[in-house]
C-alpha cells in the first residue's frame, strides 16, 4: 500500500551552531517540505524518483551501500548503509515519488528533510516501528530526530555506533525542528540528549518572511570543510577538557554546567590552542545564546515584544558575524536590509557561507516589507537577486503521515 508522507523544512531562529555543543535553540517548522509517496517493494533497495525532473536513484539497502553517482546518491548511501546495519538485514525496500518545494542549499534543512524522509520511508517498508528495539530507542519524536541527525553526521546513537554519514558533523537541530516542532508555535529544544525546553505561540499580528541569498549554502568540498570547522574546535575543545579533567562530559554544555570554574578552565584550554582568537570568541557566542539570547528571544515572542525580539536578533547576527564568521556580504546585506525595510528583527540562520535570512514584520506590513527588501537586494546585488526567492510563511507543524 502506498502512503504519502509530508516533511517540513525548518527555520532556526535563534541559537546558531549551539546543538553539536549541546547547547539549546529556537526553530520552527514551516510548510515548504518534500512530499513522498511511499511504496514498499519486494527488493531490499532504496528506489527513489523525483516528481518533478524524473531524475531516478536506486541503491541496495545494504551495510556496504555506496552513492554510485546517484543523485543524492550520499544521502540515500548513508540511509541505507546505516538502517541496513542497525536493523539489518532488510528484507523490503522503498519506491519514493518525491517532490520538494524548499530551495535546495539555502538553510532551509532540504538536506535533513531529505535524510529523514528516507529513514522514515525505509521504516515504513520494514514494520521497523513495530520492533521492540525500536520502541525501545526511538519510540518518541525526539529520540527519532536524534537518531535521523546520527544517520546524517555518522554519529553514535543508544546501542548503535557511528559510520561516516554524509560527511558533515553537525548536530541533531535541524531533525528535531522537522520531527518535533507545532502548528503557529516555535519551539526551544536542547541537544546531547535532544529534549523540550519550553514554546511559544507565534503572535497571530505578525509574519515570518524568508529571503534565500542567491548564495548556494553547499557542504562539499571546501564549503564543507569550512562548515565542520566550527564543529571541530568544539569537539578538539571538550576532548581535551575531559583529558584535563578526568571528566567524560558529551557535550561543551555540560563541561560548562560541571563547576562554578568551569568557562574559567575552558578559557585557559581555548587560549593554548592555535586557533585561541576563534575559539575564545566561539565560547563567548555560545554562552550568550545558549544562557541569555534563547531564553530572552523566546520571551519577547511570548509577549509579542517587537522591539526585544530586534535586540535579541541583531546580537545573534553580530555573533555569526564576529564569532562564527560564517557570513558572506549578502546575508550580512539582507539582514540589515530588512530592517530598514520595517522589519521588526531579521538574522541569518542555518549552516552559513550562504544560504538565507528571516525577518519578522507585522502581518499588515508584510506585502510592503517584502517589496521594499526586495528591492534594496536587487539594487545591491542585481546578480544574487535574480537567483533569490521570497518566501512569506508562518511556523507550521513538524512531519506528518497525510493518509
Not at 240 to 252: E, P, V
Request: hydrophobic content about 45%.
Amino acid at each position: 500500500m502506498t502512503r504519502r508522507l509530508f516533511v517540513p523544512g525548518r527555520i532556526e531562529l535563534f541559537g546558531k551552531h549551539v546543538d553539536y555543543g549541546g547547547g539549546i535553540s529556537m526553530t520552527c517548522a514551516i510548510a515548504e517540505g518534500i512530499t513522498a509517496d511511499v511504496e514498499p517493494v519486494d527488493v531490499a533497495v532504496i528506489d527513489l524518483e523525483d516528481r518533478r525532473t524524473g531524475r531516478r536513484a536506486r541503491v541496495p539497502l545494504r551495510r556496504d551501500a555506496r552513492p554510485g553517482g546517484a543523485h543524492g546518491g550520499t544521502y540515500i548511501a548513508a540511509v541505507a548503509r546505516r538502517l541496513a546495519r542497525d536493523f539489518g538485514p532488510l528484507r523490503r525496500g522503498v519506491r519514493v515519488l518525491s517532490e520538494s518545494s524548499l530551495p535546495r542549499s539555502a538553510g532551509l534543512s532540504s538536506s535533513s528533510a531529505f535524510v529523514t524522509m528516507l529513514t522514515m520511508a525505509v521504516a515504513e517498508a520494514n514494520e521497523l516501528t513495530q520492533r521492540s528495539d525500536w520502541q525501545r530507542y526511538l519510540g518518541d519524536r525526539l529520540a527519532l530526530a536524534e537518531y535521523c541527525g546520527a544517520v546524517e553526521t555518522g554519529g553514535a546513537f543508544g546501542p548503535w555506533s557511528g559510520e561516516r554519514g554524509v560527511g558533515t558533523r553537525g548536530g541533531s537541530q535541524d531533525h528535531v525542528a522537522i520531527l518535533c516542532n507545532e502548528e503557529r508555535r516555535v519551539g526551544v529544544y536542547g541537544y546531547l540528549p535532544a529534549r523540550r525546553i519550553g514554546d511559544a505561540a507565534f503572535p497571530s499580528q505578525w509574519s515570518l518572511l524568508v529571503a534565500t541569498s542567491g548564495v548556494r549554502a553547499t557542504k562539499t568540498g571546501a564549503a564543507q570543510a569550512d562548515y565542520n570547522r566550527a564543529a571541530d574546535l568544539v569537539h578538539d575543545l571538550l576532548a581535551r577538557w575531559n583529558a584535563s579533567t578526568g571528566r567524560q562530559d558529551r557535550s561543551l554544555a555540560a563541561a560548562f554546567g560541571s563547576s562554578t570554574d568551569a568557562a574559567t578552565q575552558l578559557d585557559r584550554l581555548a587560549n593554548a590552542s592555535a586557533d585561541a582568537p576563534l575559539l575564545l570568541a566561539r565560547l563567548t557566542q555560545f554562552q550568550r545564546d545558549v544562557n541569555v539570547g534563547v531564553p530572552g528571544a523566546l520571551t519577547a515572542i511570548q509577549q509579542a515584544d517587537a522591539a526585544g525580539l530586534g535586540r535579541w536578533a541583531v546580537e545573534s547576527q553580530q555573533g555569526a558575524e564576529t564569532a562564527l564568521r560564517n557570513q558572506v556580504p549578502e546575508t550580512m546585506f539582507l539582514a540589515r536590509a530588512a530592517m530598514a525595510s520595517g522589519a521588526h528583527a531579521s538574522s541569518a540562520f542555518g549552516a552559513g557561507f550562504g544560504g538565507a535570512v528571516w525577518a519578522i514584520c507585522d502581518a499588515a506590513d508584510s506585502a510592503a516589507v517584502l517589496r521594499r527588501w526586495r528591492e534594496q537586494y536587487l539594487q545591491a546585488f542585481p546578480l544574487r537577486a535574480s537567483r533569490a526567492e521570497w518566501l512569506q510563511l508562518q511556523p507550521a507543524a513538524g512531519l506528518r503521515w497525510l493518509d
